[in-house]
């Protein structure tokens, strides 16, 4: 009789284990899927393109007044020298300034956009998750904390779910 107990009470916590329900999504695939994302990327693509166009700009105004300065450096006055030295360094500070500014507001607006695509991603999952009722949701996307193993076999795949839940086909 002990022993029947005894094997019950080994048993018991596998059977537990067995009903726990397991799920894993490919969440990369869901985000580039996402009709928000391509959206989002394309507008700050074309910010990006924009920073870069005055950037050009800027080099090429530098470019022309240091070329410009090099070749009438020799006959300038003192006075002027100085003037148009003060004006390249300030116009170089100015460059500098500005790939600075511009690479921060590029990450600000980044962030931005993206933050509630994600967000809307994460309910998604958790509606699926809590719907399914899965104890754990895992992402094995490549950006996601590495998963050393884990057998398909016994854990769902709810990508399709997630997508079907954003209305993504």
Same mark, same amino acid.
């Given at each position: 009789?002990?022993?029947?107990?005894?094997?019950?009470?080994? /048993?018991?916590?596998?059977?537990?284990?067995?009903? $726990?329900? %397991?799920?894993?999504?490919?969440?990369?695939?869901? %985000?580039?899927?996402?009709?928000?994302?391509?959206?989002?990327?394309?507008?700050?693509?074309?910010?990006?393109? $924009?920073?870069? @166009?005055?950037? #050009?700009?800027?080099?090429?105004?530098? &470019?022309?007044?240091?070329?410009?300065?090099?070749?009438?450096?020799?006959? !300038?006055?003192?006075?002027?020298?100085? &003037? &148009?030295?003060?004006? !390249?360094?300030?116009?170089? #500070?100015?460059? @500098?300034?500005?790939?600075?500014?511009?690479?921060?507001?590029?990450?600000?607006?980044?962030?931005?956009?993206?933050?509630?695509?994600? @967000?809307?991603?994460?309910?998604?999952?958790?509606?699926?998750?809590?719907?399914?009722?899965?104890?754990?949701?895992?992402?094995?996307?490549? $950006?996601?904390?590495?998963?050393?193993?884990?057998? @398909?076999?016994?854990?769902?795949?709810?990508?399709? $779910?997630?997508?079907?839940? /954003?209305?993504?086909?």
């Amino acid at each position: 009789m002990k022993k029947l107990i005894l094997i019950a009470l080994v /048993l018991m916590p596998l059977s537990a284990v067995a009903q $726990q329900k %397991f799920a894993h999504i490919n969440a990369s695939e869901v %985000f580039a899927a996402m009709p928000e994302t391509t959206t989002a990327q394309t507008e700050l693509q074309t910010l990006q393109t $924009q920073y870069q @166009e005055e950037f #050009q700009r800027l080099q090429d105004e530098l &470019r022309t007044k240091y070329e410009d300065y090099q070749k009438n450096e020799a006959t !300038l006055p003192d006075a002027t020298k100085q &003037r &148009r030295q003060q004006e !390249l360094q300030d116009l170089n #500070q100015r460059l @500098e300034e500005f790939a600075q500014k511009s690479e921060q507001d590029i990450q600000t607006k980044y962030q931005e956009k993206l933050a509630p695509i994600h @967000e809307k991603l994460f309910n998604a999952i958790k509606e699926v998750g809590t719907a399914g009722g899965y104890i754990y949701v895992v992402d094995i996307s490549a $950006q996601a904390t590495p998963i050393l193993f884990f057998n @398909e076999t016994l854990s769902t795949d709810v990508t399709s $779910q997630v997508k079907a839940k /954003l209305g993504i086909k």
